[in-house]
């Protein structure tokens, strides 16, 4: 008997902003994305989730939200999510089952027509809608494009993730381990210590502080306690942001550096002290330089 053939490739995950591309990775890779690479990772867009099985290896790229760009670090973000499309073997194009077809859709079903990759329509957050409202909706989006495959999804409960893996696999070429069985993701350990940060930083002011904020961990130092000690700088554009932050009494910096904390004991698996600053660099999203300080860089694309 023929032993199978081991299948690997690399799919992107692309979409309009907040349509769960992140929550679809971690519900994969069964974690918030956890490292177990020590090699340096400059980019600082494409979170590469790790899936590992006895027959294939499937590298998630998680790209920014395909947008129309309003500054220098949008261009940034859209550059890196439409090269993204062409080093892929396939492209999952995700939408949000609630919002239902959209000028932003349309616009990157246009850019998905420059591409010969395969594209699955995933259509995500199905347990937030009728099923009988489904269908018309997934006609309104094959009579715009040809997909290979649709299949619907609810990556917060889990629903359809293992018939889209396997059907993801299907189209896999045979290929190597590119990874060990046990690594999830290419990131650095400071990588993901920034994005947990920034993360509840969105999170526990919602509205009042946009995406112009960047998270610089300065140091991160084990010492003989086995107890990890690290202190990080939060960057916004404004000083009216920065007094949201840090909020009364300082208050909202402590929950944001508790909550953080949680999170990255987890996913350093010891002790950890955070300590946080915030720093004002106006319009740092417009400025090159400033954009190279946060390892976002051009000219690995």
Known sequence: MNKTKFKSGFVSII?????????????????KIAIMSDKPQTTRNKIQGVYTTENSQIIFIDTPGIHKPKHKLGDFMMKVAQNTLK???LILFMINAEEGLGRGDEYIMERLKETDTPVFLVVNKIDRVHPDDL???IDQYREKFEFQEIVPISALQGNNIETLLGQIEAYLPEGPQYYPSDQVTDHPER???????????LHLTREEIPHSVAVVVD????????????????????NSQKGIIIGKQG?????????????IENLLGSKVFLELWVKVQKDWR????????????EDEY
């Open 15 to 31: 979409g309009r902003p907040n349509v769960g591309k992140s929550t679809f990775i971690n519900r994969v890779i069964g974690q």
């Open 87 to 89: 080093e892929v073997d």
């Open 135 to 137: 269908l018309p909706l």
């Open 191 to 201: 990588f993901i210590i920034s994005e947990l940060v920034r993360e509840k930083v």
């Open 219 to 238: 140091s991160i130092e084990k010492r003989e306690n086995h107890a990890v000690y690290i202190a990080a700088t939060i960057v916004v554009e404004r």
């Open 251 to 263: 208050r909202m910096l402590k929950e944001i550096g508790k909550r953080a904390r949680v999170d």
């Open 286 to 297: 417009n400025r090159l330089s400033q954009l190279r300080d946060f390892g976002f860089r």
